[in-house]
């Protein structure tokens, strides 16, 4: 990885992102210095052009008003009595820009936010501005998804691309949505690329006999000069029919093609089906529903000048690994290395401003069950501490809450069972499809997880997992030992006091699961 990451870094550079939008530049507008959250103009009423020169003028300090009179403007004594919206024109850059307008952004439970932005936002602006107003944590997997119900498609909008871009491509009485939700897999080829385009589908057309070598699939990606060839058989619906037919397609940088004579890939045998100069992928929702597809695993090439229905070129896969990989490909074949500058911008922004204060860097871990106080300098050491420290800690909370003195069994599995529903992770009475459509929602990638009640016996909980691209789930029962409960996903053998301790026990341990527990679905609320 770290080759890779190498032979990358040689790509990018450090000034090849352009005019970034106004917010970040200079390290002035990041949204994580700012002093306030409410500085931000959230819902604030459009103002005319007049006005907004007015305040721009008054901003700066200018003395000569709209008209060219000279007035001399008195300083204000008590500065940080100025009204909110001036502080903020002066904080935020972006509200220097005349030209602003107010967009809706929803989320999963179909509610929605207005916010002022200027007409050159881009989508990480507007993912960030959410974050900090929401007061989420900031782990880059925040994503804007453009939702065209109409025609049944969404796709991930690229941190770079203008929101206003997006917009003008909708239909005046289309419903076209813009969604604010999580999406790891958004940059997850970088980290594992093997996951992402397995051996079969991947050659490179000419050079090393067919072969790519592992470590430079993403990079030659990302170079002008060469792309790997990406092939295999996919579902097409013919053009003004309800038929599917399958055929051999084969992805280059020219553009995507099919073969009408079997699985040639010589030039008199392959027809031209699109290209992504002025095209985007989507994803599919409800294929076999909507457009009778031999699968759900459904996508869409759609030009950024179409809205109607009869000019999408819909495809069709087997599973979902193919359908990801080829999907994958047309974004790096699109957008190129503006996509590994998208994922390492942050990585960057983190070192040169790091986030942590000098408090928190002088703070060490201690030992007070002896005599005498000590400084635990072994991580290992802290570690175990602090987990069986908060272990206690919960202990002595659900004895406190199943009353005083000593609970009876009954009484303590009361907050042992309610403990869990405060939990992000925990989604309550969500049926099997709403678990699987929530993680596809989020990204399929190994340990994306939510916990739910079971539906077919109420007294248990489902695990729901993601691995290998696929939905797993696990039922979690009860275990009654001597009048004490107990949960446990290996009938028994590993028990645990309550959901959040089984929870915390797989991040950390892989145990009967595929793979260790790592993201967990959130619903999001604006």
Not at 256 to 269: A, D, Q
Not at 270 to 279: E, T
């Amino acid at each position: 990885m770290s080759a890779m990451n190498k032979t990358l870094d040689e790509i990018h550079t450090s000034g090849s992102l352009g005019q970034k939008a106004e917010l970040f530049q200079s390290g002035k507008g990041n949204v994580s210095g700012f002093p306030s959250p409410a500085l931000i103009p959230l819902q604030e009423p459009l103002l005319t052009p007049n006005a907004q020169k007015t305040r721009t003028k008054l901003c700066k300090g200018n003395r000569s008003n709209k008209e060219g009179e000279e007035s001399s403007l008195v300083p204000n004594p008590f500065p940080e009595l100025l009204p909110s919206s001036l502080v903020s024109e002066c904080l935020l850059p972006w509200t220097k820009s005349s030209a602003t307008q107010v967009i809706k952004v929803y989320n999963e439970d179909n509610t929605s936010k207005a916010v002022e932005v200027p007409t050159d936002v881009t989508a990480r602006d507007i993912c960030q501005l959410f974050v900090l107003k929401n007061h989420y944590i900031d782990d880059h997997c925040w994503t804007l998804f453009e939702h065209l119900t109409h025609l049944g498609i969404e796709r991930p909008i690229e941190d770079h691309e203008s929101v206003m871009e997006v917009l003008s491509g909708w239909g005046m009485d289309t419903d076209s949505r813009l969604y604010f939700r999580k999406n790891y897999a958004k940059y997850e080829f970088f980290r594992k690329p093997l996951v992402f385009f397995p051996d079969h589908m991947v050659s490179m057309s000419t050079e090393t006999n067919g072969m790519v070598d592992h470590s430079e699939l993403i990079q030659t990606f990302l170079k002008s000069s060469t792309c790997p060839e990406i092939h295999g058989y996919l579902n097409a619906k013919e053009q003004s029919r309800k038929s599917w037919k399958k055929f051999y397609f084969v992805l280059r940088r020219s553009g995507l093609y099919f073969s009408n004579k079997g699985t040639s890939k010589e030039p008199r045998h392959l027809q031209f089906f699109a290209d992504f100069s002025d095209s985007d992928v989507y994803t599919v929702l409800s294929a076999k529903k909507l457009h009778g597809a031999p699968t759900e695993f459904g996508f869409s090439v759609k030009s950024t000048k179409c809205s109607s229905a009869r000019d999408l070129k819909l495809l069709c896969a087997d599973d979902e690994q193919t359908r990801t990989c080829w999907i994958t490909a047309m974004r790096l074949l699109k957008f190129g290395v503006q996509l590994y500058q998208n994922f390492i911008q942050p990585n960057q922004k983190q070192k040169a401003s790091p986030m942590r204060s000098i408090s928190e860097n002088s703070l060490v871990a201690m030992d007070f069950s002896g005599q005498k106080s000590r400084v635990i300098e072994n991580p290992s050491e802290a570690l175990s501490v602090a987990v069986e420290e908060g272990l206690s800690w919960r202990r002595k909370s659900c004895h406190r809450l199943s009353g005083h003195g000593s609970p009876s069994a009954a009484q303590s599995s009361v907050p042992n069972i309610a403990i869990h529903l405060a939990q992000p992770w925990f989604h309550g009475k969500l049926s099997r499809e709403e678990a699987q459509r929530l993680i596809a929602q989020q990204g399929l990638i190994d340990g994306v997880f939510l916990l739910r009640d079971s539906q077919s016996n109420p007294k248990t909980f489902v695990l729901s997992l993601c691995h290998m691209q696929k939905i797993k789930h696990f039922q979690i029962l009860p275990v009654d030992d001597e009048g004490e409960l107990f949960y446990s996903l290996d009938d028994g053998h590993t028990r645990f006091t309550d959901l959040i301790q089984l929870v915390e026990f797989y991040l950390l341990n892989r145990g009967v699961l595929p793979c260790k527990l790592k993201h967990h679905c959130a619903g999001i609320t604006l």
